[in-house]
């Protein structure tokens, strides 16, 4: 297992892709375009499956619309043709549109009751299936959950998973906590490295940054931001995680978000990069660029930002 030494100047793509988008010329434009305009060094290759509501057992990861193992084989490929290392990202969603946050059971095994230990085998298979995949074509970092904050408390189920990920997966794991949970995580030295959502208002990250480096210090472990950005909206950076916040678009938000985020972080030399969210895999028309008001920063003031910060850190 090797450690990353560089400055992890990443970006998130395709997590909102569905079976059938990806190996294709739009999924090859967004990646070259994901490259050329950030500067990135790294590619966090995300992607669901579904399980149909928080109380579910079953992950249903090998059925539509889960992308298929070839699709993601083409991606891992192309990201790293463009000389991007991959951190793999699979996630658990909820059919029903429940957050992942919400997936929750019986602290006591209950009968007739559906229980940690059948969601944990489920979640097991799923990350497995995928740390084969990210061993066999050679990611260079592993992401072996994203934002399950019920699930958090559940030590002794992640370090077991951990412990037949690393049967099977050689590389760096991390877990990305959500927002504000870095330091409800009890089991962060089973990981190589720590690694969150950083989702804080422009105005609160370095309160936010000394209440992390207080885990960082304490774990002694490597840490950065698994996930992080904002909408390209108005309002949206003094919530950069709420995604239907109403407001009209502005790219000016989002790029003043990005230089608050990166100006905070510059100086904390334990903050080892960022994997920004994010990249889909099929891009709006540039022309509309102005009019879009999602997290993706293609043909938006953001991207420069994003792009001068990064070419600075390498």
């Given at each position: 297992m090797i450690l990353p030494t560089e400055y992890i100047a990443g970006v998130t793509w395709g997590a909102m892709g569905r079976r059938g988008t990806w190996n294709s010329s739009e999924a090859v434009y967004s990646l070259e375009q994901m490259a050329e305009n950030t500067g990135a060094n790294w590619a966090a290759i995300a992607f669901g499956a579904l399980q149909d509501k928080p109380q579910s057992t079953v992950i249903r990861f090998r059925e539509e619309p889960t992308i298929t193992d070839e699709e993601l084989r083409w991606a891992i490929s192309k990201a790293k043709a463009l000389k991007l290392k991959v951190c793999l990202k699979p996630i658990?969603?909820?059919?029903?549109?429940?957050?992942?946050?919400?997936?929750?059971?019986?602290?006591?095994?209950?009968?007739?009751?559906?229980?940690?230990?059948?969601?944990?085998?489920?979640?097991?298979?799923?990350?497995?299936?995928?740390?084969?995949?990210?061993?066999?074509?050679?990611?260079?970092?592993?992401?072996?959950?994203?934002?399950?904050?019920?699930?958090?408390?559940?030590?002794?189920?992640?370090?077991?998973?951990?412990?037949?990920?690393?049967?099977?997966?050689?590389?760096?794991?991390?877990?990305?906590?959500?927002?504000?949970?870095?330091?409800?995580?009890?089991?962060?030295?089973?990981?190589?490295?720590?690694?969150?959502?950083?989702?804080?208002?422009?105005?609160?990250?370095?309160?936010?940054?000394?209440?992390?480096?207080?885990?960082?210090?304490?774990?002694?472990?490597?840490?950065?931001?698994?996930?992080?950005?904002?909408?390209?909206r108005s309002g949206s950076a003094a919530i950069p995680n709420d995604w239907t916040l109403p407001g009209k678009p502005d790219e000016a938000e989002q790029a003043r978000f990005y230089r608050a985020m990166f100006g905070a972080c510059a100086a904390k030399e334990w903050v080892g990069g960022f994997m920004l969210w994010d990249w889909p895999a099929k891009l709006y028309d540039l022309a509309d660029a102005a009019a879009n008001d999602d997290y993706c920063m293609y043909g938006k003031e953001a991207a420069g930002v994003v792009r001068n910060f990064y070419t600075s850190k390498r």
């Open positions: 658990v969603n909820c059919a029903d549109g429940t957050w992942r946050a919400h997936i929750n059971f019986f602290d006591k095994d209950v009968p007739y009751e559906p229980k940690w230990s059948e969601w944990f085998a489920s979640y097991t298979e799923f990350m497995l299936h995928y740390a084969a995949i990210a061993e066999e074509t050679g990611c260079e970092m592993l992401c072996i959950g994203c934002e399950t904050v019920q699930a958090d408390r559940r030590a002794e189920e992640w370090r077991a998973l951990i412990a037949e990920v690393r049967k099977v997966y050689s590389g760096p794991i991390t877990y990305n906590c959500d927002k504000y949970q870095e330091d409800n995580v009890t089991w962060w030295d089973a990981v190589d490295i720590i690694s969150s959502s950083g989702y804080y208002p422009e105005n609160d990250w370095e309160v936010q940054l000394e209440r992390i480096k207080a885990v960082v210090d304490r774990v002694n472990k490597p840490f950065f931001f698994m996930e992080a950005g904002c909408p390209s």
